[in-house]
């Protein structure tokens, strides 16, 4: 058994190298005048979101009864999407700022 | 109570406002400077007073976010007419929303708990409503500096969405 897993660990983590970098992406997302840009993103799990605010307010990224991502002014900030589904995300200050995510598995 | 404050500061806009709607007496840029600085100046004294008053989480968080972003949009502003060299000029508006905003301070300073969370949202709800409207049919349209009408849009955009997050927890808290 023990033997087993030492044999597999290289394997595991040679395969982790060659495929995690290639899969995952990171998709940026502008923040401009209380605007999200693009305002639909298409993305898959464990893709990297990373949104970077022009605006001299801060934002936030929020799910309702989810995540939230606070993006402070002329900053960056970012989240690595863990579960597939269709999102809808607003800023809990600006409430009229919208944004959308497709994750797909 | 609040009704009355509403139809008030409605009647100080429009009292206000009713001259500028003849082309010749348009706002001109230095009075249009001064009311939206005049206006975010307000918002933040009305959120201090929330802060050192209200024992509401939902509240005191709202009305430092409304010191943070009105404090942000007026740094920009005073930046701006720096820039252009323009000289704020105070004027009849600025001076209407000032008495409005004293009197509305006094008027909250005698409420204690709910009922002055309450008066102090439902008042925020109000008074981005108008200060928006007037920002809306009023002051953009008669700036003639691209940069301050560029301002003043990005400024509406970030009140009205002060506006919804009032209204929100207007709602927490009924």
């Given amino acids: 058994m023990k033997a087993g897993v030492l044999i597999h660990l290289p394997w595991l983590a040679a395969l982790a190298l060659m495929t995690a970098p290639a899969a995952a992406a990171t998709i940026e997302v502008t923040i401009d005048k209380l605007v999200f840009s693009p305002a639909t993103v298409e993305a898959k799990v464990g893709d990297t979101v990373e949104w970077v605010n022009k605006d001299v307010v801060a934002h936030t990224a929020t799910v309702k009864g989810g995540w939230e991502v606070m993006i402070p002014p002329k900053k960056s900030a970012s989240l690595t999407l863990k579960a597939a589904g269709a999102i809808d995300y607003f800023c809990r200050f600006h409430p009229n700022m919208r944004g959308h995510m497709n994750v797909a598995p | ?174």
């Fill in chain 2, 1 to 174: 109570m609040f009704t009355r404050y509403t139809a008030a500061l409605a009647a100080v806009l429009f009292v206000s406002a009713a001259p500028f709607a003849q082309a010749a007496d348009k706002p001109t840029d230095p009075q249009i400077a001064h009311i939206a600085y005049t206006a975010g100046v307000l918002d933040i004294e009305a959120a201090k007073q929330a802060i050192k008053t209200s024992k509401n989480k939902e509240v005191v968080a709202f009305a430092k976010d409304m010191e943070r972003d009105h404090e942000a949009v007026n740094k920009q502003a005073l930046d701006l007419v720096k820039k252009l060299k323009v000289k704020p000029e105070d004027n009849a508006t600025s001076q209407a929303l000032t008495k409005a905003a004293e009197e509305e301070r006094a008027k909250l300073a005698k409420l204690k708990g709910a009922a002055f969370d309450k008066a102090y949202i439902e008042n925020e709800v109000a008074y981005h409503k108008q200060v928006n409207g007037a920002l809306e049919t009023l002051l953009i349209p008669a700036a003639s500096n691209a940069e301050l009408k560029s301002l003043l849009e990005t400024g509406l955009k970030i009140f009205q969405g002060h506006e919804q997050h009032a209204e929100h927890v207007a709602g927490m808290l009924k």
